[in-house]
């Protein structure tokens, strides 16, 4: 079960399009789905500003950066911290115990015990609970968030996968339809012939 948050909040400063509307100046926007767009938005609440923060951060080069800070799978806002970077050479950081958020997991490799927000590599060693719950969920979830740390939350985001609908296979649909058509005989007469357009054969 996944926390519900305050949905952002932003004023607009000047007029932009939204849900094909066109939105004026000093307009109230709640519960905004996209990013906000850079000039034209203020963040009013608290949810909106870590947004607005998010984006400024890694809005540029981040390939992965999600499509919008609303998760439509999970049905809320969701900020994955931190965001992998598409370098070959990317290695998510260690933090300082001293410097860890609250709740966040802590492991043990090699003999030394540090905070990691995201996805911890197999040979880790959970080093209190949260940790715990972050390999518990790695075991049992094929599918998964990009981190197990939300930023917005500044909290664990470990959510049970939705059951995705599967489409339902359909079988090809073609058109046996007879047609006539005008047809030459060895003979150079002509005479009408129906033809199946399913075989191409005719009669």
């Given at each position: 079960?996944?926390?519900?948050?305050?949905?952002?909040?932003?004023?607009?400063?000047?007029?932009?399009?939204?849900?094909?509307?066109?939105?004026?100046?000093?307009?109230?926007?709640?519960?905004?789905?996209?990013?906000?767009?850079?000039?034209?938005?203020?963040?009013?609440?608290?949810?909106?500003?870590?947004?607005?923060?998010?984006?400024?951060?890694?809005?540029?080069?981040?390939?992965?950066?999600?499509?919008?800070?609303?998760?439509?799978?999970?049905?809320?806002?969701?900020?994955?911290?931190?965001?992998?970077?598409?370098?070959?050479?990317?290695?998510?950081?260690?933090?300082?115990?001293?410097?860890?958020?609250?709740?966040?997991?802590?492991?043990?490799?090699?003999?030394?015990?540090?905070?990691?927000?995201?996805?911890?590599?197999?040979?880790?060693?959970?080093?209190?609970?949260?940790?715990?719950?972050?390999?518990?969920?790695?075991?049992?979830?094929?599918?998964?968030?990009?981190?197990?740390?939300?930023?917005?939350?500044?909290?664990?985001?470990?959510?049970?996968?939705?059951?995705?609908?599967?489409?339902?296979?359909?079988?090809?649909?073609?058109?046996?339809?007879?047609?006539?058509?005008?047809?030459?005989?060895?003979?150079?007469?002509?005479?009408?012939?129906?033809?199946?357009?399913a075989t191409g054969g005719f009669s």
């Amino acid at each position: 079960m996944v926390k519900q948050i305050e949905p952002p909040r932003y004023r607009t400063l000047r007029p932009f399009t939204w849900q094909s509307a066109t939105v004026w100046p000093a307009a109230n926007v709640e519960g905004y789905r996209d990013w906000p767009i850079a000039g034209s938005m203020e963040a009013l609440n608290f949810t909106a500003l870590e947004i607005q923060k998010y984006h400024q951060k890694y809005g540029r080069d981040y390939l992965l950066l999600p499509e919008c800070p609303f998760n439509y799978e999970y049905e809320t806002y969701y900020l994955p911290t931190p965001l992998p970077h598409t370098r070959h050479d990317w290695q998510p950081d260690r933090i300082e115990l001293e410097d860890a958020p609250e709740g966040a997991p802590i492991y043990t490799d090699r003999g030394e015990r540090f905070c990691q927000l995201y996805w911890p590599s197999p040979h880790y060693k959970a080093s209190n609970s949260a940790a715990e719950k972050v390999l518990h969920y790695l075991s049992a979830h094929d599918r998964r968030p990009l981190s197990p740390w939300c930023g917005l939350r500044n909290a664990l985001f470990l959510p049970e996968p939705r059951e995705l609908e599967k489409p339902t296979a359909r079988a090809a649909i073609f058109d046996h339809k007879p047609t006539t058509h005008l047809v030459r005989q060895q003979d150079g007469t002509e005479r009408r012939a129906v033809i199946n357009r399913a075989t191409g054969g005719f009669s």
